[in-house]
């Protein structure tokens, strides 16, 4: 009987001891980290991770109901956990939808420990959309110097946007693209399996510029079609080769007073194959011969705006300015790139023309009682005096010269043309052009018992190429019947 008491004093005393009411320092506490599992999915909290700090003493008994701390890196974890009866406090860890190394840390008091979980990606491995790289693809046409090729890039993602780790055909396809360009240099169409979910191919040029638009296309295991579009793929043109000069047209130019206009040239830049240039090539304009009747704005760049707000590939616009006096005379405009230069002679437009006419006599008379009984053939001269908009007389300008009776006398003044047409300033004063009309006795009617047989001609005079005219009336009168 003794020594059963004994037993049941010596069983007392240990389980009093056991208990935390001694009085511990926290740098005597022993603290252990565990994580079950080392690893979870990147699911949006799905799955996690237990992690468990042991605390102990100094003499290795577990220290009950005592706080520790717990933080990590990336991811979420509960950050306060009291240990149980076994001296372990159990927290738990989630991704948050981080993905990569966490490092939690515990700390007890001035005790401290640390652990590792790792999140991964989590695959299904089925294809549920594919997707290109977002950036540019931008290639030069052949022959130019430049690179003719890249390689362009696709990623198969499951419905969680994880890239899967199976392999699967995927059919890549030009929707649009300018002439020549090829998938994997030999087709627009071609199909290439997809290695761990990365599928890609070469993009070549051919010898046209432009926008190139593809698609790549898969299907699911349910026989669901899987596809995606490209068309940020630039085949860009070659240096500049040639250029295309113009010059805005009659009544177009800005009246910039004192007689002068200003008008818009353009300058259309193109490569070896006649693609346009592309859009920011810097242009130079100059007039070579340094013309003191006009000046032009020099410094352009393709792609900018002409007066309207309007842009056209591979084309630069600048401003022109002249007297307007040298209308319809010629400029020598040359565009230089650095690498490139060319001149072209363009024609200076007419602006807001009017003309004045007047015809000497006002009238022809058939007479025989005159000693001077004229011809059967007389004539007038129509006064033409052609200016701008300014005021500013304008030479060799076409006029065409028609009359309802009678017919035109070539003035020699334009040897281009028919007896219609003339030429301003070609007779002795600036925007003048002089023209005779020829009429007969037998296109006015013989005279009556009322009087001398009457009749009226219309000459018109018309600027060519312009809606602008002027009209003069010539009264014929034959007082005779004489008729040779």
Not at 6 to 31: G, H, M, P, W
Not at 88 to 110: H, R, Y
Not at 456 to 482: H, P
Request: charged share 15%; net charge negative.
């Amino acid at each position: 009987m003794k020594i059963i008491n004994l037993i049941l004093l010596a069983a007392l005393v240990l389980t009093f001891n056991s208990c935390d009411s001694r009085n511990l320092k926290s740098e005597d506490y022993q603290l252990t980290l565990q994580a079950n599992p080392s690893s979870i999915f990147r699911d949006n909290n799905q799955t996690s991770s237990t992690i468990s700090a042991i605390v102990k003493d100094d003499n290795d008994f577990a220290v009950t109901g005592i706080e520790v701390l717990f933080r990590t890196n990336i991811g979420s974890i509960l950050g306060a956990v009291s240990t149980d009866s076994s001296g372990v406090a159990k927290s738990t860890f989630w991704d948050s939808n981080a993905l990569g190394i966490a490092t939690i840390e515990a700390f007890c008091g001035e005790t401290y420990a640390q652990t590792q979980v790792t999140i991964i990606e989590l695959v299904n491995n089925e294809v549920a959309s594919i997707a290109f790289d977002n950036a540019p693809l931008n290639i030069q046409v052949q022959g130019t110097g430049g690179q003719e090729s890249s390689t362009l890039q696709t990623y198969l993602h499951d419905l969680n946007g994880n890239i899967i780790d199976t392999d699967q055909d995927v059919v890549f396809q030009l929707l649009n693209h300018p002439l020549g360009a090829l998938i994997n240099g030999k087709t627009i169409s071609d199909t290439v399996s997809a290695l761990s979910g990365y599928a890609s191919v070469t993009i070549s040029s051919g010898t046209s510029s432009g926008i190139v638009r593809v698609r790549a296309a898969t299907y699911n295991k349910n026989g669901l079609l899987i596809s995606a579009e490209k068309s940020n793929i630039i085949i860009h043109s070659g240096p500049p080769n040639s250029v295309d000069f113009s010059i805005s047209g009659d009544d177009s130019g800005e009246d910039m007073g004192g007689g002068l206009w200003s008008v818009e040239v353009s300058a259309l830049l193109t490569d070896g194959y006649g693609n346009p240039v592309d859009s920011g090539t810097a242009v130079f304009f100059s007039l070579p011969e340094d013309p003191d009747f006009a000046s032009v704005q020099a410094n352009s760049y393709v792609g900018n705006e002409n007066a309207n707000g309007d842009t056209l590939e591979g084309t630069a616009y600048t401003n022109l300015i002249y007297e307007g006096t040298m209308t319809n005379n010629f400029v020598i405009v040359q565009v230089d790139t650095g690498e490139f230069s060319d001149t072209d002679s363009l024609r200076l437009p007419l602006q807001a023309p009017h003309l004045d006419i007047a015809v000497t006599p006002a009238h022809l008379d058939w007479d025989d009682s005159n000693p001077n009984n004229p011809p059967n053939e007389q004539s007038v001269t129509v006064r033409v005096i052609v200016k701008d908009g300014q005021n500013n007389p304008i030479n060799n300008q076409r006029v065409i010269f028609s009359s309802s009776l009678g017919e035109p006398v070539d003035m020699g003044t334009d040897e281009d043309n028919d007896d219609f047409t003339e030429l301003t300033g070609q007779q002795g004063e600036s925007g003048l052009v002089l023209k005779d009309i020829q009429f007969q006795r037998y296109e006015c009617p013989a005279p009556g018992p009322g009087g001398p047989g009457m009749t009226s001609s219309t000459i018109t005079a018309i600027i060519l190429g312009n809606v602008v005219s002027g009209s003069a009336i010539i009264s014929l009168y034959r007082y005779e019947d004489f008729n040779p």
